[in-house]
């Protein structure tokens, strides 16, 4: 009997290690068995963003690692003007001289630049996850510079006193007219005063230029409440049709054989004097307005880190600010 109790005594105590080793088995094997059934979305959740810089200017690409870009403009005159100065008879003995004034603007140009390292030890373990770090950081290399050149475009780059699209010192702004009870916005106004607002800009735009043809002004930037505002609310109570529909047949733009297009960014919103939400109407066309890629973004090299054990690569593109060729093509109005 004391050889059995002996022999007895080490059997419970197994069962009981064993009882705890399974159980810490099953815990942990659950954590094993749920991954095992779970579905893995393979889309990574990458960070969302607005991106309007390409609708709503022209980008123009190529020139390479300039640091400036000049335009000529030139301003011709006559003695005498235009109108009665130049119109001559038999035996007379002046003839009135054509002039030409010649002018040059400059833009400012910066580089943008940023690096990728991918550590040695991170890329061997990708190849077990099947996802490419290299692929990963190289989508982020373009979410930020899609991100700058939004800044760029619209609002430029303060700290190096370049100006964008929407708070261009030389842009001639305003207010809009109120609606006869002291408000502007265009939540107190009716389709017809909001239609008189557009009306207004573009009219005023457009005799700026000269009422030159080809810069009939065409392109309508609003902040993303007034947009979505004019879309839901209708013309009239009667009408079956948006603000935005009766806007889009019923401008100067369309009147005189143009293409009106009225669109939002994030970027209006309180851009206006005082922080008023502003109102942007200008002509879309690269002789007027453009941005410059001189060099498009692209990954310049790529080299081994013994030191730090990793493999970093480098990407730069050369950018312009907004280059406003003709700046009495486009006004602001504050205030909507």
Not at 277 to 297: I, Q, S, W
Request: aromatic fraction near 8%; glycine fraction near 8%; charged fraction near 20%.
């Amino acid at each position: 009997m004391k050889n059995m109790g002996t022999f007895t005594a080490p059997i419970v105590h197994a069962r009981k290690f064993t009882a705890k080793v399974n159980d810490s088995a099953i815990q942990n094997g659950m954590a094993s068995l749920v991954s095992e059934l779970e579905k893995r979305n393979p889309r990574l959740r990458e960070p969302l963003t607005s991106l309007t810089y390409t609708r709503d200017i022209p980008v123009k690409v190529g020139g390479g690692w300039v640091e400036f870009i000049s335009a000529m403009s030139i301003d011709y005159g006559v003695t005498g003007g235009s109108g009665d100065g130049v119109v001559s008879a038999g035996g007379a003995n002046a003839t009135p001289l054509i002039q030409a004034n010649f002018d040059k603007d400059t833009w400012k140009t910066h580089a943008f630049e940023v690096a990728v390292r991918i550590m040695h030890v991170d890329l061997e373990r990708s190849k077990i996850t099947g996802r490419s770090l290299d692929e990963i950081l190289t989508r982020g290399v373009r979410h930020t510079y899609d991100k700058h050149m939004e800044q760029n475009v619209y609002f430029g780059i303060s700290k190096y006193g370049s100006f964008g699209l929407l708070n261009n010192p030389n842009i001639a702004a305003a207010n809009v007219a109120d609606n006869g009870s002291g408000s502007t916005a265009w939540d107190d106004k009716t389709a017809e005063q909001i239609r008189d607002d557009i009306n207004e800009a573009i009219n005023a735009a457009w005799e700026q230029a000269g009422y030159d043809r080809e810069a009939l002004p065409n392109h309508i930037l609003l902040p993303y409440e007034q947009f979505n505002k004019i879309v839901e609310r209708t013309n009239s109570d009667l009408a079956n049709i948006s603000i935005l529909e009766y806007l889009l047949e019923n401008n100067i733009t369309k009147a005189n054989g143009g293409e009106l297009f009225i669109g939002a960014t994030q970027w209006n919103k309180g851009i206006g004097a005082g922080g008023k939400d502003r109102m942007a109407v200008y002509c879309h066309n690269e002789r007027y307005l453009a941005v410059e890629e001189l060099a498009p973004l692209s990954r310049i090299m790529t080299a081994p880190n013994a030191t730090e054990g990793s493999y970093d690569s480098r990407y730069a593109a050369n950018l312009s600010e907004v280059e406003y060729l003709y700046t009495q093509t486009a006004v602001y109005r504050d205030g909507i």
